[in-house]
């Protein structure tokens, strides 16, 4: 397909991970189309990550819940017709992600045929049954080559790119210890975490039997495990805590990034830091237990997939008011022996 637009803009996703599983289709969209301008429709908190892709802007949105949201929702959509965009791609699945494209009146406007939303689209695809068995960063492959009427050549080893500036300031908290990433809270919920006391048994193992340092990585939202993570290992031996650092809620998402590509694994539930790190080189040990394995692996190879043998998972399920046996039944030695063919 010979693409006579020029400027093209995506609506990205609201989740950090799916943000990470579109990248393969827009980095093979960017090389396809050299010269095209791309823009990335993303929400404010997540608009850090796209600052290092190969896109050409970023545009962040912030919208208020209730009536006051259908306000910013209009005058975004107005300020967005300003810009002239020829086509929408529209990435997630909702009705909402549709909706600020086909307020602004652009004229081409490609996504999902979900959600009720086919009248706002200009082309409304279909989501193959075959397309479910896929890994999630093929779906969005999918829909780049259905626009375009076309293969594209997507390459799920994406890298981000580090801001020299970011890379200056982090140097500071690397000591030059090979560095041993946890990543213990989930955004999604509970029943997607690990139990804190086997990340802290974890901790001092790996300090002591590797000589690693350790670092604990967590967003917003994930400040009581994080900390409860640092206590036990406090608690469990001084010495080890005294070379562990508590990142939680301290960097952004450049600096977290940055921070990772230094490590030399990252031990993590399935949240977006896994994906991250996946996205710079470093390889994950990731604990599965509700979600699905398959479809939302991290990008590329070289990583370790713990994943639970009970019959009651994948559930999908936020919070668990069972067992939580699929998190109970995967011990330390699991996940240190996984490591330990990394380190």
Sequence with gaps: MKLHKTKIILRASNWLGDNILTMPAVFALREKFPNAHIAVMIKKSMADVWKMTPVDEVIPFNFRKGIGG?????????????????????LPNSFDSALVPALAK?????????????????????KPKELKSQPQFQHYIYLIEKWLDEKIDADENIRL?????????????????????????????????????????????????????????????????????????IQKDSSTGQCCKNLVGKTSIIELSALLKKCVCLVTNDTGAMHI????????????????????????????LIKTKVDC????????????CCMTTISVDEVYNAIAELV
Aim: proline share 8%.
């Design 70 to 90: 259908i306000k910013d929702r209009w005058n975004f959509a107005k300020n967005l017709k300003n810009k002239n965009f020829d086509v929408a791609v529209i």
């Design 106 to 126: 652009i004229p081409e406007r490609v996504g999902w045929a979900t959600d009720g939303r086919s009248f706002m689209l200009t082309k409304a695809i279909p």
């Design 161 to 233: 790119t580090i801001p020299p500036k970011t890379k200056e300031k982090i140097s500071p908290i690397i000591s030059g210890k090979k560095i041993v990433g946890l990543n213990p809270g989930s955004t999604y919920g509970s029943a997607k975490r690990w139990l804190p006391e086997r990340y802290a048994e974890l901790a001092v193992r790996l300090e002591k039997e590797k000589g690693v340092e350790i670092i604990i990585f967590g967003g917003p939202g994930d400040e009581k495990v994080c900390n409860e993570v640092f206590e036990k290992i």
């Design 277 to 304: 790190s996946a996205a710079v080189a470093t390889p994950v040990v990731a604990i599965y237990g509700p979600t699905d394995w398959s479809s939302t692996p991290p990008l590329g190879t070289g990583h370790k």
């Design 313 to 324: 998972a994948p559930c999908f399920k936020r919070t668990c008011y069972g067992s939580h």
